[in-house]
Structures are given as structure tokens and as C-alpha cells.
């Protein structure tokens, strides 16, 4: 079973930031937060991911809180590219042979 | 970065054959490979997981004679659909891990109807 709990769907208009929080309460020490995405019909498409510092990359961010129980994924400027669901995972290592269990994920809508 | 080729992108097949998938890692040796279905409007769902040189993992309630997986090499990994039925069409996508890779990577996916 997934261990996140994410909102069903958001909106966003275009230009703007997307905030997309996950909440992953029962998360272990030795668990990394990732983040996916999916567009129609494609395969995920992976985004950024973290322990417990927040991250950065040229996608997105990634902001943990202290407690490491929630996590937000911030797309600075949204366009309508980004529209997709998205999908917050925990997963117990950085590499190796650790699978990806996914939940329901965000739909997120970028409008014009 | 890490690129995962998956072919065909999509099949349509008669019921009562098989159907052959591949998954490619093209710049990475893949010791690890998933494989994954997803129905309309779901979330992905693992079926199976795959070690290079032996036998696939597979899932609670994944026939494992209805989806042969075989990982022969670092590099390709099949799945075959035998004697296909309608309620087998999906979307299949596979994955690829190297143990120092970080992360997962994913294949964008094989189409399979079955008529």
C-alpha cells in the first residue's frame, strides 16, 4: 500500500507556482520523499527527490518539513505543460532494487 | 540522463495469442527492472520485479504463467502476455534500476488491446 496521502486534484493558472503537498506521516529515518509525474499515456517521468533537506533541481522543488511528516512540491511557473498527475512516493533507498509503490497521486490543471 | 526504451508503444492483439514487450536501459546497466500495468483512470500497479539472471518476483495475485518475465541480459528485459484475453488490455510500463543509480526511470509504455 501506498504510505502518502495526496489531494485528488488542483488548478493552477499558467505563470503561476503550483504548491502540491503529499503528507507521508509514517515515513522511517531511512526513507527518501520522491516525486513522479505522469502526462496522458506516457510513462512517469521522474521530478526531484530528498531525504530531509529541501532540494532544487531545474524542474522543481522539493520543501520537507523538519518532522519529515509532509512534504510540498513547488513548480515555480507553472505552464500548461505541467499538467499531469503527479505522484508522491516514499521509497527505503536511494538506489538498488527498492521498488516504487504509487498511490492515486494529484491531477494537477494548469489553465490558461 | 538515464533512458528506458520500451517497444512497441502499442499492440493490438487477437485473444488466445501472445504478446511480447521489451524494456531496454540504453545507457545504464539495469540489474533491476519492474514491471508495471495500469487500467483507465488507476494508478500504476507492480506486477513484477525483476532481477538480472534469475527468476522475476512477482506480486500477490500476478500469474506468473500468464506473464512470463525473463531478464537475460543487463540491458533487456521481456514480458510476455500469453494467450491474451480483453480484461489483459492495459497499459504496461516497465522500469530500470542500476544499483548505484538513483533514480528509478521508466519506459513511456506499451499499449496492449486485445480484441
Known amino acids: 500500500d501506498a504510505k502518502t496521502t495526496q489531494p485528488t486534484s488542483m488548478d493552477c493558472a499558467e505563470g503561476r507556482a503550483a504548491n502540491l503537498p503529499c503528507n507521508h506521516s509514517?515515513?522511517?529515518?531511512?526513507?527518501?520523499v520522491y516525486w513522479y509525474r505522469q502526462i496522458h499515456s506516457q510513462g512517469p517521468q521522474y521530478i526531484i527527490h530528498?531525504?530531509?533537506n529541501n532540494e532544487t533541481n531545474e524542474m522543481a522543488s522539493l520543501i520537507i518539513t523538519e518532522d519529515r511528516k509532509s512534504s510540498t512540491l513547488i513548480l515555480p511557473h507553472a505552464t500548461l505543460r505541467d499538467t499531469a498527475v503527479y505522484y508522491c512516493?516514499?521509497?527505503?533507498?536511494?538506489?538498488?532494487?527498492?521498488?516504487?509503490?504509487f498511490g492515486k497521486g494529484t491531477k494537477l490543471t494548469v489553465n490558461p | 540522463g538515464a533512458v528506458v526504451s520500451q517497444h512497441p508503444s502499442r499492440v493490438i492483439c487477437k485473444s488466445g495469442t501472445s504478446v511480447k514487450i521489451e524494456c531496454r536501459s540504453l545507457?545504464?546497466?539495469?540489474?533491476?527492472m519492474f514491471w508495471y500495468r495500469q487500467f483507465p483512470k488507476q494508478s500504476l500497479m507492480l506486477m513484477a520485479t525483476?532481477?538480472?539472471?534469475?527468476?522475476?518476483?512477482?506480486e500477490q495475485g500476478v500469474e506468473k504463467d500468464k506473464f512470463l518475465i525473463n531478464h537475460a541480459s543487463l540491458t533487456l528485459s521481456t514480458l510476455t502476455v500469453t494467450s491474451a484475453h480483453p480484461e489483459d488490455s492495459s497499459f504496461y510500463i516497465c522500469?530500470?534500476?542500476?544499483?548505484?543509480?538513483?533514480?528509478?526511470?521508466f519506459g513511456n509504455g506499451t499499449r496492449l488491446t486485445v480484441t
Open positions: 522500469s530500470a534500476t542500476d544499483r548505484g543509480l538513483s533514480p528509478l526511470h
Open positions: 525483476s532481477n538480472e539472471g534469475s527468476k522475476a518476483t512477482y
Open positions: 509514517t515515513i522511517s529515518g531511512n526513507e527518501y
Open positions: 512516493i516514499v521509497r527505503a533507498s536511494q538506489g538498488g532494487s527498492e521498488k516504487l509503490v
Open positions: 545507457d545504464f546497466q539495469a540489474t533491476t
Open positions: 530528498g531525504l530531509k
